[in-house]
């Protein structure tokens, strides 16, 4: 059984452009949910789509923004890059919610901003 | 929101030896797990425990929900234990769906 697909593995962007990321959860989940790790920070839940709906977000600005498609891909993205975003970005899929249901999780994709 | 607590922060241990890495909560949980992230960053599934015991090989977890604390035991450690382990935890409050809360992880440095 494939597991959780994120593509591109690396980024790298300048400031002030956007970048689009891409998920592709296992197959017959329906939730997919992301988030951002940093040395600082540490991992932090971005937002949660659930059958093509966004349930919930986490504390991060209207710049971050995503959606999911109707076979459960899910696309993240972030429009005028800050140095702050570099960071390592990770989805995870489940069966139904990610608050209570186990979650798996992609290779990330490591975004760098310059 | 719900605080997530592991201990130690740091430890490093001679190959063959028994560890035991704690992960405390601040509220009642739906679903707690233990991942290690490998040096290329993926997060790998070690244990779903929102409670009770369960052992895989040389790994061990054990979840008291109701003192909101979970353990995870490695025993006879290898190099390849080396890593960082988180525990995420995630409440359910009837509200909306939302994700997993992670602790800080414990990283974990294995000498041969």
């Known amino acids: 059984k494939a597991g959780v697909t994120q593509t591109p593995r690396y980024l790298i962007k300048t400031r002030g452009q956007q970048v689009t990321l891409s998920c592709s959860p296992i197959s017959g989940h329906r939730s997919v949910s992301w988030y951002q790790q940093t040395p600082g920070q540490g991992l932090q839940f971005l937002f949660e789509y659930f059958s093509e709906t966004q349930r919930n977000k986490g504390n991060f600005p209207g710049r971050f923004s995503g959606r999911q498609f109707s076979n459960s891909r899910s696309e993240m993205n972030v429009s005028t890059l800050e140095l702050g975003d570099s960071a390592l970005y990770l989805c995870?899929?489940?069966?139904?919610?990610?608050?209570?249901?186990?979650?798996?999780f992609g290779q990330g994709t490591r975004l760098t901003v310059v | 929101g719900i605080q997530v607590e592991q201990s130690p922060p740091d430890l490093i241990l001679q190959e063959g030896a028994n560890s035991t890495l704690r992960c405390n909560f601040s509220?009642?949980?739906?679903?707690l797990q233990w991942f290690h992230q490998n040096p290329w960053g993926q997060l790998i599934n070690l244990f779903y425990?929102?409670?009770g015991t369960k052992q895989n090989g040389r790994l061990s977890a054990t979840t008291v929900a109701t003192e909101r604390y979970s353990l995870l035991y490695i025993s006879s450690s290898q190099t390849t234990d080396s890593g960082v382990y988180f525990c995420a935890v995630g409440l359910y409050s009837g509200g909306g769906a939302d994700g997993l809360t992670f602790g800080k992880g414990t990283h974990l440095i294995i000498q041969p």
């Open positions: 995870a899929s489940s069966l139904g919610g990610a608050r209570d249901t186990e979650a798996f």
């Open positions: 425990i929102p409670s």
């Open positions: 509220d009642s949980v739906n679903n």
